[in-house]
């Protein structure tokens, strides 16, 4: 190592342990001044470590963990950087328990649970009063308690004791500690913790589902710049940075793997996940025939049907700890509701927090929040994913036809409400009308992320004199509605009705389609789902057509609508 660089690190050193005030923690009443002739300020932390009886299993287990031919603690303390060490002495951790997970192939875990454990950036020196709840980072970017008073000269490392502190060598400082540092796993390690620290449970179905999308890219502004080689610039020290965008706030489960964080999870046992997952996939069929939309090949379909179940089981499985304190001002008729972390859109479903916790069995706080195992999801496909679809009638990118009349859309705002129908809501406050006189007025909407279910279909349909007091109730007349339902690629229609639909033209009225020739309420089965991440409106292949005709005198053609409603029935039918 050149001499000359050693030096200037000594001198730096020695500045900056002079301005920390660095003292012994063995006798508090020695002199704050530190000189280039305090122990081992010629040694690097290597040769210190090398030469200390004590620390001989430590430095085993560091160099057990080499890949290179050059020992580990050779190439981790030998280096022109500062670190702080704290190294537990011979006999107060268990040796042979780390050596042989790494000779079991788990040296990378060893290394981020043990060695980096144990090791911090800069100096951190034992000295005056470091209050609780002091924290250091350490190099595995957890957070571990440096505490300890000048008074007492005590002071502990992650709870463990130090025997003895701040030996002052030329890169660093070397305190140490009677015990090893016990590593505190973050909800998202512990995803892949051994089913033993799990009370025996296995979660691994659910942590292969969210590590899947893990990406790992090269950052270069983190990454230590090289020299510029073929006109290329090359990195002396390249950093890698892997993402996954169910750490979201919003649309995932929130960021698991920040400390800085309070959640509680509760993740299903692989029996319950899939259990719940055969049930999700019966929802999600698609139709490899029809291809919709065209663009999409077998192994997208595929795709669709591999995620879309697992994105609509495991979505509400986190709840952050901070934000459960202002869910007590939302009113709702649940007992303790809870408020899952995932909110795509603004609405979240509210649970009850005695029912999240009814299955639960096992539970361990982590690093950043609190880890429940259950052996059976505490929802419904009615929490999960079987929602009611509304279908806005003055929606035009849905509406893809309107024939035989004129448009409009109109607004019906409570300002502008007739005083008959002051109680009444409109969604959005506006509605289309399809309005004739003389003729048959037809209108044709798409239907979105219909799923291979069942679902009772409804239409809200708004009177004449919604905002017009001039237009008496003696004068409203009922519309008759034919109404087909059908699919892309299904050769049958999916409900069909001759105009035996009638609604009520004095209120708005919520027109459920029936079984035709009956009073009872249809349910109508769509054989393929239309549940697809696309931009393109095009792609949706099942419509719904309405139409008026005036078979009969005392009937209006007008068609004004304020909505289609798609409410999930539950069950399908294989």
């Not at 007091?469 to 409900?495: C, D, H, R, W």
Request: proline letters at 4%.
């Amino acid at each position: 190592m050149n001499t000359m660089f050693k030096h200037r690190i000594l001198a730096g050193a020695v500045f900056f342990t002079t301005l920390l005030g660095i003292s012994s923690c063995e006798d508090r009443n020695v002199g704050l001044q530190v000189t280039p002739e305090a122990p081992y300020a010629d040694k690097t932390l290597y040769e210190v470590i090398a030469n200390d009886n004590q620390l001989s299993d430590f430095l085993e287990v560091v160099n057990a963990c080499s890949i290179e031919e050059r020992d580990l603690a050779d190439s981790l303390f030998n280096k022109a950087r500062v670190y702080t060490v704290w190294a537990p002495v011979n006999g107060s951790f268990d040796k042979a328990h780390w050596i042989q997970k790494i000779n079991n192939g788990g040296r990378e875990e060893v290394l981020k649970t043990f060695v980096l454990a144990h090791i911090a950036n800069h100096l951190r020196a034992a000295n005056g009063n470091l209050e609780k709840g002091n924290l250091v980072m350490m190099l595995n970017n957890k957070m571990s308690a440096f505490e300890g008073s000048y008074e007492t000269a005590e002071y502990t490392f992650d709870g463990r004791k130090i025997v003895k502190c701040n030996e002052r060598v030329w890169n660093g400082l070397l305190h140490k500690i009677e015990g090893a540092s016990e590593y505190k796993f973050n909800i998202w390690e512990f995803l892949k913790a051994d089913p033993s620290s799990m009370g025996g449970y296995r979660v691994d179905a659910v942590a292969d589902f969210l590590y899947s999308f893990d990406e790992t890219t090269f950052d270069p502004n983190q990454s230590i710049l090289g020299p510029i080689k073929d006109g290329a610039q090359t990195y002396l020290d390249s950093i890698f940075v892997t993402r996954n965008r169910w750490l979201n706030v919003g649309d995932g489960v929130g960021p698991l793997n920040a400390e800085d964080s309070l959640y509680t999870v509760y993740i299903p046992t692989n029996a319950a996940w899939n259990e719940m997952l055969a049930e999700a996939k019966s929802y999600f069929r698609y139709d490899y025939k029809q291809n919709m939309p065209t663009t999409m090949d077998s192994a997208y379909i595929d795709s669709l049907m591999n995620y879309y179940p697992s994105y609509n089981v495991i979505k509400y499985i986190s709840y952050s700890d901070n934000e459960q304190r202002y869910v007590g001002n939302i009113e709702t008729l649940i007992e303790d509701p809870a408020l899952p972390a995932h909110r795509r859109g603004w609405e979240r479903p509210v649970f009850s927090l005695a029912k999240l916790n009814e299955n639960v069995k096992f539970s361990t706080v982590l690093s950043n929040g609190t880890f429940k195992i259950v052996d059976k999801m505490p929802y419904t496909v009615f929490d999960l994913w079987h929602d009611t679809i509304k279908v806005e009638g003055e929606n035009d990118e849905m509406r893809v036809n309107t024939s035989g009349g004129m448009d409009y859309i109109r607004s019906a705002w409570e300002n502008e409400l007739n005083p008959l129908h002051k109680d009444v809501e409109i969604s959005g406050s506006r509605y289309f009308e399809g309005y004739s006189e003389q003729n048959k007025v037809t209108l044709q909407y798409r239907l979105p992320n219909v799923l291979s279910a069942k679902y009772q279909v409804a239409m809200i349909i708004v009177p004449k004199n919604i905002t017009n007091p001039a237009v008496k109730e003696e004068e409203l007349l009922p519309t008759m509605f034919n109404v087909t339902i059908k699919q892309a690629g299904v050769s049958e229609l999916l409900y069909f009705s001759m105009y035996e639909i009638e609604n009520d033209p004095t209120r708005v009225d919520t027109i459920f389609l029936n079984v035709p020739g009956t009073d009872e309420i249809a349910t109508v089965e769509f054989p393929y789902c239309e549940y697809y991440n696309t931009n393109s409106n095009k792609d949706y292949s099942v419509t719904m057509e309405v139409a008026s005709e005036n078979l009969f005198s005392g009937y209006d053609m007008s068609v004004r609508l304020d909505a289609i409603l798609l409410i999930p029935v539950l069950g399908t039918e294989e």
